[in-house]
C-alpha cells in the first residue's frame, strides 16, 4: 500500500521553527523526488521547496528561501522540511507529493504521482 505520511505540524510562535516529516511507504523512495506544498483554505496550493531522488539538488521558492530547510534520508523513507523564523502567513496545510526524479518542482498537482494527507501548522503569537 503506498503511503505518504506528513507529521510534524503543529502550532508555533512567530520567530519559531517546526519540522515536517514526510514519510514514503510501499514505493521505491529513492526513485521520486519530493516536493512540498502547502494550502490555505480557499486558496490554491502554494509551491514551497523540492529535493532530487538523489538528494543533490534542491529547490525553494519565495516564500520559502533562506528560513526553510528540505533534506531527505533515503535510508529512512523520509523528506524533511525544517521551517525556522516562521511567520503567520506561513500558517496552512503542508503537504508532500513525490514525483518524477528529473524535475522536482513542477507546479502541476497532475505531475505527481503520490500525495499525502496533509498536516496543518499554525503560526499565532
Known amino acids: 500500500q503506498v503511503q505518504l505520511v506528513e507529521s510534524g505540524g503543529g502550532l508555533a510562535q512567530p520567530g519559531g521553527s517546526l519540522r515536517l516529516s514526510c514519510a514514503a511507504s510501499g514505493f521505491t523512495f529513492g526513485n521520486y523526488a519530493v516536493t512540498w506544498a502547502r494550502q490555505v483554505p480557499g486558496k490554491g496550493l502554494e509551491w514551497v521547496s523540492a529535493?532530487?531522488?538523489?538528494?543533490?539538488?534542491?529547490y525553494y521558492t519565495g516564500a520559502a528561501k533562506g528560513r526553510f530547510t528540505i533534506s531527505r534520508d533515503n535510508a529512512k523513507n523520509t523528506v524533511y522540511l525544517q521551517m525556522n523564523s516562521l511567520k503567520p502567513e506561513d500558517t496552512a496545510v503542508y503537504y508532500c507529493?513525490?514525483?518524477?526524479?528529473?524535475?522536482?518542482?513542477?507546479?502541476?498537482?497532475?505531475?505527481?504521482?503520490?500525495w499525502g494527507q496533509g498536516t496543518q501548522v499554525t503560526v499565532s503569537s
Open positions: 507529493a513525490a514525483g518524477p526524479p528529473s524535475c522536482p518542482l513542477v507546479p502541476a498537482t497532475e505531475w505527481y504521482d503520490y
Open positions: 529535493v532530487s531522488s538523489d538528494v543533490r539538488v534542491t
